[in-house]
């Protein structure tokens, strides 16, 4: 069984059609970029697998007991909240829906550790978000969703906004993340991402699937900006 099964998948917001009979199978270990013009529908999709929007028509099958983490998209995150980074990553064990009283384990506070070392940032623990770089924040937020230990990662534009040494380190993260779990990412950054993705899925209303082993036509993705 495929770790998501889009079949037919069409979404409206009123009388607009965002989705359109959309396909997607998503594979375990793949790393699949999701690209396409602004307004095109990558969000809708992302959106559409963790079921906060539901299908006007066909469906979306996530196989049972797969554990998804989600990276937002930067701007809708408040990087002025006081919260250092040891609160936010811990914030990702957070159960939901949150219980009343709810209060942190033990091995909340260990896992949270091991995943700060992990990504070589435990020496920003105790630094206020808002003193982290772009890239610095980004890493932070990556950690958050993967101290609940995810099989499929998802990012809605990771690495909008940063310098390209940032976006770099980002994706040699999300290469050596693949080992352990699926990636599906959301992004513009072709010309970075056809060194690290191994699907290509274009969205624009509707959705075609390229491999990156294809002699892809790079520059006729990149007329669709
Ligand atoms: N809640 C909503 N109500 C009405 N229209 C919406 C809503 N959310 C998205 N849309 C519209 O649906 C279309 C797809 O939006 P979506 O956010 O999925 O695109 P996107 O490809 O993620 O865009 P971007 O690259 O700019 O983030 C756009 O035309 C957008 O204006």
Redesign the pocket.
Request: glycine share 14%; net charge positive.
């Given at each position: 069984m495929s770790l998501i099964d889009i079949r037919d998948l069409t979404i409206y917001?009123?009388s607009?059609c965002?989705?359109d009979h959309v396909n997607l199978r998503i594979e375990s270990g793949d790393f699949v970029g999701i690209v396409?013009?602004?307004?095109?529908?990558?969000?809708?999709?992302?959106?559409s697998i963790f079921g906060y929007i539901q299908p006007h028509e066909g469906s979306v099958t996530v196989k049972p007991n797969t554990v998804i983490g989600y990276v937002p998209?930067f701007s809708t995150f408040n990087p002025h909240f006081p919260i250092n980074v040891f609160e936010v990553v811990l914030n990702g064990t957070l159960p939901s829906p949150i219980r009343y009283f709810y209060h942190y384990t033990e091995k909340n506070k260990a896992d949270v550790k091991a995943i700060l070392n992990q990504l070589k940032i435990t020496h920003l623990t105790k630094k206020p978000i808002n003193q982290l770089s772009g890239g610095q924040l980004q890493k932070v937020l990556i950690a958050r969703a993967l101290v609940t230990h995810p099989d499929l990662l998802i990012l809605?534009?990771p690495t909008a906004s940063l310098d390209v040494d940032a976006k770099e380190d980002i994706y040699r993260l999300l290469a050596k993340l693949n080992k352990e779990m699926t990636i599906l990412l959301?992004s513009?950054d072709i010309s970075m991402m056809k060194h690290y993705v191994k699907t290509f899925a274009c969205?624009n209303q509707s959705l075609h699937i390229h491999d990156n082993n294809d002699q892809l036509d790079f520059a006729h993705f990149e007329d669709l900006y």
């Open positions: 917001y009123k607009y965002a989705l396409g013009p602004n307004g095109s529908g990558k969000t809708t999709l992302v959106k998209q809605d534009e959301v513009h969205v």
